[in-house]
T-cell receptor, first 112, second 115 residues
Framework: GNSVTQMEGPVTLSEEAFLTINCTYT??????LFWYVQYPGEGLQLLLK?????DKGSNKGFEATYRKETTSFHLEKGSVQVSDSAVYFC???????????FGTGTQLKVEL | NAGVTQTPKFRILKIGQSMTLQCAQDMNHNYMYWYRQDPGMGLKLIYYSVGAGITDKGEVPNGYNVSRSTTEDFPLRLELAAPSQTSVYFC??????????????FGPGTRLLVL
C-alpha cells in the first residue's frame, strides 16, 4: 500500500533561517505529490504539488522537487518568517484513486 | 464563493448519542471527502463520494454513515458516539477534471469531543 514518512517535529527555527522538511514515500504506480499546510485553528490548504517525476512545485517561497529515484519530495524555503509557523503535511495520491495518503505532519515554529 | 463550509465548529457528545456533521461546498465539485485527524497524526479518510447518490468507504468507516443527495452537501452521521471518535473532522472537495493530481479543498473542521 501507499505510505508517506515525514521528519518528526516540532522544528523550531529563527526567522530568516533555511528550512528543510523531509518527506519520503512508498507508492504503487506513479503518484502525484502534495504539500499541505495547516495554520493554527484552520483547515488544510494546498501549498504546492507535483504530478510527475522531476517536476518542481513552488509557492510563497516554498519549493519541493519530485525525486522518483529517491522517492522523496522534500520541502524547502530559503528564509522562513514567523507567519510560516504551521503544521506541514506531505501527501500523495495514485492513479485515478480518491484517497490522499498523508504523512503525520511536521510542526514548524519560527521565532524572532 | 464560500468554498467548503462545515458546521458545527465544536461539539461535545455523550457516549451513545448521535449527531450529524454538516458539510457544504459551492464550487460545484463532484468529489467530496470526509477525513478525521487525531492528535499528532495525519488525516485518515472515512468516506468519500464521486457524485450525488454515490458514496464509498475509506480507511476508517466504522461507526459512521454518509449520504449524498445533492452535489453541494455531504453530511457525516455518527451513530452511538464512542470516545474513540473524539477527533477533528475535515470535509474536502475537488472537481472531477485533472484526475488524481487535482487539488482538494478543505473546510475549517469540526472538533468533536465524546465523553
Amino acid at each position: 500500500g501507499n505510505s508517506v514518512t515525514q521528519m518528526e517535529g516540532p522544528v523550531t527555527l529563527s526567522e530568516e533561517a533555511f528550512l528543510t522538511i523531509n518527506c519520503t514515500y512508498t507508492a504503487t504506480g506513479y503518484p502525484s505529490l502534495f504539500w499541505y499546510v495547516q495554520y493554527p485553528g484552520e483547515g488544510l490548504q494546498l501549498l504546492l504539488k507535483a504530478t510527475k517525476a522531476d517536476d518542481k512545485g513552488s509557492n510563497k517561497g516554498f519549493e519541493a522537487t519530485y525525486r522518483k529515484e529517491t522517492t522523496s519530495f522534500h520541502l524547502e524555503k530559503g528564509s522562513v518568517q514567523v507567519s510560516d509557523s504551521a503544521v506541514y503535511f506531505c501527501a500523495l495520491i495514485t492513479g485515478g484513486g480518491n484517497k490522499l495518503t498523508f504523512g503525520t505532519g511536521t510542526q514548524l515554529k519560527v521565532e524572532l | 464563493n464560500a468554498g467548503v463550509t462545515q458546521t458545527p465548529k465544536f461539539r461535545i457528545l455523550k457516549i451513545g448519542q448521535s449527531m450529524t456533521l454538516q458539510c457544504a461546498q459551492d464550487m460545484n465539485h463532484n468529489y467530496m471527502y470526509w477525513y478525521r485527524q487525531d492528535p499528532g497524526m495525519g488525516l485518515k479518510l472515512i468516506y468519500y463520494s464521486v457524485g450525488a447518490g454515490i458514496t464509498d468507504k475509506g480507511e476508517v468507516p466504522n461507526g459512521y454513515n454518509v449520504s449524498r443527495s445533492t452535489t453541494e452537501d455531504f453530511p457525516l452521521r455518527l451513530e452511538l458516539a464512542a470516545p474513540s471518535q473524539t477527533s477533528v473532522y475535515f470535509c474536502a472537495s475537488r472537481p472531477v477534471g485533472g484526475g488524481a493530481g487535482e487539488t482538494q479543498y478543505f473546510g475549517p473542521g469540526t472538533r468533536l469531543l465524546v465523553l
